[in-house]
């Protein structure tokens, strides 16, 4: 007798609803799509942290920078003025201390760029290592889903099996009620016999 491929498919658990032989094997796929749906979620939301994060360094490191800009300015406007009030304005004393004043203040710009640079690596290093933990998370669903894809397989062949078992069964035994009925033979427990 001839099946279709949909009764096929149906046989084999990859229809809808339930097998012949019992309930079909579960359909993982959704569950999954669901899991790594909630990891991509997840993953999207940390990489906005991480750039939120650096760019609040970047606004801090701006500030800073501008702070300090603006006290050494203040600074060499002083040491002009304190030169003026005592007739020295024209002299190389004044060049001298705006000197100094201008290499403490790149000394100054220096040390805030070394520290924001290691604030932005320690930024770089905990995204690295989220980044890190989603692809062992990544990795662990997918084995999961090779695992259970696996489970799935064996128990729809368990289930196929179990269908072709028991239409070859019943195949059997209607050849067999139709060849005791041929003779006229009754089948013990059937109606009749009293």
Same mark, same amino acid.
């Given at each position: 007798?001839?099946?279709?491929?949909?009764?096929?498919? /149906?046989?084999?658990?990859?229809?809808?609803? /339930?097998?012949?032989?019992?309930?079909?094997?579960?359909?993982?796929?959704?569950?999954?799509?669901?899991?790594?749906?909630?990891?991509?979620?997840?993953?999207?939301?940390?990489?906005?942290?991480?750039?939120?994060?650096?760019?609040?360094?970047?606004?801090?490191?701006?500030?800073?920078?501008?702070?300090?800009?603006?006290?050494?300015?203040?600074?060499?406007?002083?040491?002009?003025?304190?030169?003026?009030?005592?007739?020295?304005?024209?002299?190389?004393?004044?060049?001298?201390? /705006?000197?100094?004043?201008?290499?403490?203040?790149?000394?100054?710009?220096?040390?805030?760029?070394?520290?924001?640079?290691?604030?932005?690596?320690?930024?770089?290093?905990?995204?690295?290592?989220?980044?890190?933990?989603?692809?062992?998370?990544?990795?662990?669903?997918?084995?999961?889903?090779?695992?259970?894809?696996?489970?799935?397989?064996?128990?729809?062949?368990?289930?196929?099996?179990?269908?072709?078992?028991?239409?070859?069964? /019943?195949?059997?035994?209607?050849?067999?009620?139709?060849?005791?009925?041929?003779?006229?033979?009754?089948?013990?427990?059937?109606?009749?016999?009293?």
């Amino acid at each position: 007798m001839a099946m279709g491929a949909s009764a096929q498919a /149906r046989m084999m658990g990859f229809g809808g609803g /339930r097998g012949r032989g019992g309930p079909r094997a579960p359909d993982y796929s959704e569950m999954f799509g669901q899991m790594q749906e909630q990891s991509r979620t997840a993953e999207a939301a940390s990489q906005a942290k991480y750039q939120e994060m650096l760019g609040v360094a970047g606004e801090t490191t701006g500030q800073r920078q501008a702070d300090i800009r603006q006290d050494y300015a203040s600074r060499a406007a002083d040491i002009t003025q304190q030169q003026s009030r005592l007739g020295m304005s024209g002299t190389t004393v004044g060049t001298s201390l /705006r000197g100094g004043v201008e290499r403490e203040k790149q000394s100054s710009l220096n040390r805030l760029a070394d520290t924001m640079q290691q604030t932005k690596l320690g930024i770089m290093g905990q995204q690295a290592a989220v980044g890190e933990r989603f692809a062992g998370q990544r990795s662990a669903m997918m084995g999961q889903r090779m695992e259970l894809g696996s489970k799935a397989a064996s128990l729809r062949s368990a289930e196929y099996q179990t269908t072709l078992s028991t239409a070859a069964a /019943r195949s059997k035994e209607k050849g067999r009620m139709a060849l005791l009925g041929r003779y006229g033979i009754s089948q013990p427990g059937a109606r009749g016999l009293g």
